[in-house]
């Protein structure tokens, strides 16, 4: 009998994966009872921090970034980015005052870089760095017991390799500390000690790049995919309540063209999806006509096990599961490789959040480093996340360490640390 060869294409690979998520999405949700009314009914999880965009540049696009040109921060939105990266090495800060319009004290701090071992496999690295401020305890009366300094960070490590010359494959491990009582002795609510949470996570991801019309067009398409934050579970209370992590699916794509010998644009798409079940909640309307709701969020579930159920588990069917996927659209102009205009939406629906803000920022590439700045401009009115602010420096190593006539030429993809 004669060998059969079948070959599939990176790009119909990552469909592949992407049918076959919403067919069980569709098929499980078809089993639920249909009919119900959608209510407000938010997924929650441990350490959302781990979802807030760190860097400026994908923060002024709306927060799109899964398939966007590979930089230093490409640790957070697809490390499998890295080895189409030009320079062998890089860094980049960032510093995010978040929530500016409830509180002066919260900020989130970045730290990411990368090294290219060779033309193939890249190593990549962050810590984020989560500070809520300083929280003064008392007890029910009222009086003063300490002051507590809540944080979270995470550190973790991603290994990436090109499988093709246009496809990549990455995965990444992540250590998770969260003290969401900032090293107090005491305890909450007076009978039960809280402690801080660990959890360790996994990410892995996929990215295609090549250019349209082949070699030579001005036009160039990519995709990606990220799974992220899957893994144990965080408890704070020595393990007798455990909460998931915000597992998480990201799926994108970026058309770019080359304007000119000048210039170039480039339109990003994101879709985000929680991997983590939806609370089962039971609406009980009284007879003075008050509703009063009883929340399960299946916290008996595994890790696992939950995030192949949040495809198909929303009381409301099929029509909550789709709202439960937030979307995210940017572009972005880079001008003679020097300048950048950047601007983008986020959305999510009004009965998992109500997220919905447009964004703008500007970047300037000087030689050894980038600067990059965005700022938030939510939709509706007196929104704690108005006036967020974000800067980036992203520092190119490989440029500051080695001799100009040593270095490698630049890649035409503009974005590219």
Do not use: H
């Given at each position: 009998m004669n060998d059969i060869n079948v070959k599939i294409s990176p790009v119909k690979l990552i469909l592949l994966v992407v049918v076959a998520l919403l067919t069980c999405t569709i098929s499980r949700a078809q089993n639920l009872t249909t009919g119900q009314e959608v209510r407000y009914n938010p997924i929650i999880t441990a350490v959302p921090f781990l979802t807030i965009t760190p860097d400026s540049r994908h923060g002024a696009m709306g927060d799109a970034g899964a398939a966007t040109s590979p930089d230093a921060n490409s640790q957070y939105w697809n490390p499998s980015k890295y080895p189409f990266i030009n320079d062998q090495y890089g860094v980049s800060l960032s510093y995010t005052p978040w929530l500016r319009q409830l509180t002066?004290?919260?900020?989130?701090?970045?730290?990411?870089?990368?090294?290219?071992?060779?033309?193939?496999?890249?190593?990549?690295?962050?810590?984020?760095?989560?500070?809520?401020?300083?929280?003064?305890?008392?007890?029910?009366?009222?009086?003063?017991?300490?002051?507590?300094?809540?944080n979270e960070f995470a550190l973790d490590v991603s290994y990436s390799r090109k499988l093709s010359e246009v496809f990549s494959g990455g995965v990444a491990i992540r250590y998770i500390r969260s003290d969401l009582s900032g090293g107090s002795a005491g305890t909450m609510s007076g009978t039960v000690a809280y402690s801080a949470g660990n959890a360790f996570a996994t990410d892995v991801s996929f990215y295609y790049q090549n250019r349209l019309s082949g070699e030579g067009s001005k036009n160039s398409i990519a995709a990606g995919v990220n799974f992220s934050n899957i893994g144990s579970k965080v408890s704070y209370n020595q393990g007798s309540t455990k909460e998931f992590l915000p597992a998480n699916m990201r799926l994108g794509t970026t058309f770019t063209t080359e304007l000119s010998d000048s210039g170039s644009f480039s339109l990003s798409v994101d879709l985000n999806k929680l991997m983590v079940p939806t609370p089962s909640n039971v609406y009980t309307t009284r007879s003075d006509g008050t509703v009063l709701v009883t929340e399960d969020n299946n916290s008996g579930q595994s890790g696992i096990s939950s995030i192949f159920g949040s495809f198909g588990d929303a009381p409301?069917?099929?029509?909550?599961?789709?709202?439960?996927?937030?979307?995210?659209?940017?572009?972005?102009?880079?001008?003679?490789?020097?300048?950048?205009?950047?601007?983008?939406?986020?959305?999510?629906?009004?009965?998992?959040?109500?997220?919905?803000?447009?964004?703008?920022?500007?970047?300037?590439?000087?030689?050894?480093?980038?600067?990059?700045?965005?700022?938030?401009?939510?939709?509706?009115?007196?929104?704690?996340?108005?006036?967020?602010?974000?800067?980036?420096?992203?520092?190119?190593?490989?440029?500051?360490?080695?001799?100009?006539?040593?270095?490698?030429?630049?890649?035409?993809?503009?974005?590219?640390?």
């Open positions: 002066g004290d919260i900020n989130l701090a970045y730290l990411a870089g990368y090294y290219k071992i060779d033309g193939l496999q890249t190593i990549g690295s962050s810590l984020r760095y989560f500070s809520m401020g300083s929280i003064r305890q008392t007890d029910r009366t009222g009086t003063y017991l300490s002051t507590a300094n809540p409301g069917g099929m029509k909550e599961e789709l709202q439960e996927i937030t979307w995210s659209l940017g572009a972005e102009y880079w001008y003679r490789r020097k300048f950048a205009l950047r601007g983008g939406y986020f959305n999510e629906s009004q009965n998992k959040g109500n997220r919905k803000y447009f964004s703008a920022g500007v970047g300037v590439k000087i030689k050894t480093f980038n600067i990059d700045l965005s700022y938030l401009i939510p939709v509706q009115k007196n929104n704690p996340l108005a006036n967020t602010i974000r800067l980036s420096v992203l520092f190119n190593l490989n440029r500051i360490l080695q001799p100009a006539n040593k270095q490698a030429p630049q890649e035409k993809r503009d974005g590219v640390n």
